[in-house]
């Protein structure tokens, strides 16, 4: 499997990488999300993140295309950063970079490694989060089929279901993430530093998300990166957590609208 040159910055965001390999079957394949576009649309390539599902990221992906952007989307089956290198590879090489969460870590580290026209990040965090989220999901045993996220209850909590707990409800659309996932998330320790980013940058945050902490993100941003703190310091109407960033059309269409502009600037 070909993939991008990765520099020192990003390494430790990706640990043990020949423990990651797939099959072809398995490799990770861009799908488009929208209606059909003509000829020489800029791509949106959106980056899913592991262990939600691809309904999960519907927003985003209508919020794209309204702007006259065709959306495309992938899955990640490992942390491999040549999964992602060969998916980029697959579509035009001037597209836009799309993620949230841990999907949108993995596009800032592939970005760092290859920028893209633009990149665009919701509620993504940049270095290794002090997570609950993630205590909780490290301190759990790992069936061979992965951890069914729409499942997990905690007795501690009256047997609530734990993600609506540490993510915000309402809850995405959830999935499985597997043991390599895991992994490669407690193994990260060095921060993804987009600070000598050549490119367009908007970073979206919430103001009550407990993954991608804002002081936990900005240290790695570029001065002239465009950054949106969606939430009552900005005098929205309701908080942003973290799935909030994902699934409200606020602040998917304010990140879809930058991009669209950017892009046009560019032409």
Known sequence: MSGLPWPAMALPLLPLLTLFAVSAADAAVPVDVGRPMPPGTPVALVVESPGLARAAHQ????????????????????????ELADARAALPPDLVLVGHGIGGAWAAASAAAAPPRALVLLGAPLAPPASALLDDLHARPVPAGGLDLAALTEARWRDR???????GTPLPSLGRIDAAWLQALADW?????????????????GDLDELGQPEAIRPWLPADARVVRFGRLRMDPTA???????????????????????????R
């Not at 927003?59 to 006259?68: I, N, P, Y």
């Not at 279901?161 to 993510?167: G, I």
């Not at 909030?244 to 560019?266: D, F, G, I, K, Y």
């Open 59 to 82: 927003a985003l992906f209508d919020a794209l295309e309204a702007e006259g952007l065709d959306a495309w989307t992938v899955t990640l089956p490992s942390p491999d950063p040549a």
């Open 161 to 167: 279901r734990v993600l609506a707990l540490l993510l």
């Open 189 to 205: 320790t060095a921060p993804v530093d987009l600070r000598a980013l050549p490119c367009p940058l908007y970073v979206g945050m």
């Open 240 to 266: 942003f957590d973290h799935a909030a960033l994902l699934a409200s059309p606020r602040s998917t269409r304010a990140a879809a609208r930058w991009l669209a502009a950017t892009v046009a600037e560019q």
